[in-house]
């Protein structure tokens, strides 16, 4: 089972940028889809954007224009660039890859968007 870690979460003023990082503890060479998903409070947890093993990303109409998923397969890891915040865009955020019958999920890293 690999195991994932979110990091650069954080405090940011409406129309500001964040960046994600996701690291897998083991490189997938099977075919695989790494996503971003969030959850807001008192909300379900929703998909935001995904990107496939040989790089096709998709995205949540939400987010479109907006946020930019990534990989760095040497490190294992994908990345969300999230531009032009949005107070609707606090939630705690998480990582999840999805290979053969796994199915993982990172920890989450909060995100707040307030001025």
């Known amino acids: 089972q690999v195991h994932l870690v979110e990091s650069g979460g954080g405090l940011v003023q409406p129309g500001g940028s964040l960046r994600l990082s996701c690291a897998a503890s083991?490189?997938?060479?099977?075919?695989?889809?790494m996503g971003w998903y969030r959850q807001a409070p008192g909300k379900e947890r929703e998909a935001v954007a995904f990107?496939?093993?040989?790089?096709?990303?998709n995205y949540a109409d939400s987010v479109k224009g907006r946020f930019t998923i990534s990989r760095e397969y040497a490190k294992n890891t994908a990345f969300l660039q999230m531009d032009s915040l949005k107070p609707e865009d606090t939630a705690v955020y998480y990582c999840?890859?999805?290979?053969?019958?796994?199915?993982?999920w990172g920890q989450g890293t909060q995100v707040t968007v307030s001025s």
């Open positions: 999840n890859i999805k290979y053969g019958n796994a199915d993982s």
């Open positions: 083991v490189r997938i060479f099977s075919s695989y889809v």
């Open positions: 990107i496939t093993s040989r790089g096709s990303t």
